[in-house]
């Protein structure tokens, strides 16, 4: 069984001078600018970086929850940040890394044990799985 979500884009005139829109299949996002000023400046719009931190994030944080809770964990809260590193390579430019910044509240949990169920979760992902790039996890743990 294959879910398949979609999402789009246009893209005119050509080159630097052109202009963008993206949408999603769910109208999470409709013609929501995009191009060179958002991705390279301080444009108003989004980029693709912007775009796979939230995929990567969301994707993490939903893997950890479901981990814990599978591990018996019901209690908790998970607040995670995805920065994507875009470096200029050649003549190109490359995404270098995803770094995961995680802060969490669960009840009863061990930081030992709740690093090694984030840990998984991080590797396990199917976001962390497409991406071919370094990925770090920063975790604090706000327990008492």
Do not use: W
């Not at 019901?74 to 470096?87: C, Q, R, V, W, Y």
């Amino acid at each position: 069984m294959s879910i398949v979500k979609s999402g789009s884009a246009t893209y005119k005139p050509l080159g630097k001078a052109g202009k963008g829109s993206i949408s999603t299949e769910t109208g999470a996002l409709t013609n929501q600018p995009y191009g060179f000023n958002t991705r390279f400046e301080n444009g108003k719009g989004t980029n693709p970086e912007e775009l796979i931190g939230a995929a990567h994030a969301s994707c993490f944080t939903m893997a950890l929850s479901f981990a814990l809770a599978d591990a018996g964990y019901e209690n908790g809260e998970l607040s995670t940040t995805a920065k994507i590193s875009l470096d200029k390579i050649d003549d190109g430019f490359q995404i270098s890394q995803s770094a995961l910044s995680l802060t969490a509240k669960v009840a009863g949990i061990a930081d030992d044990e709740f690093a090694k169920i984030a840990q998984q979760a991080k590797d396990n992902c199917p976001v962390s799985k497409l991406l071919d790039t370094h990925i770090t996890l920063d975790v604090t743990l706000e327990n008492s």
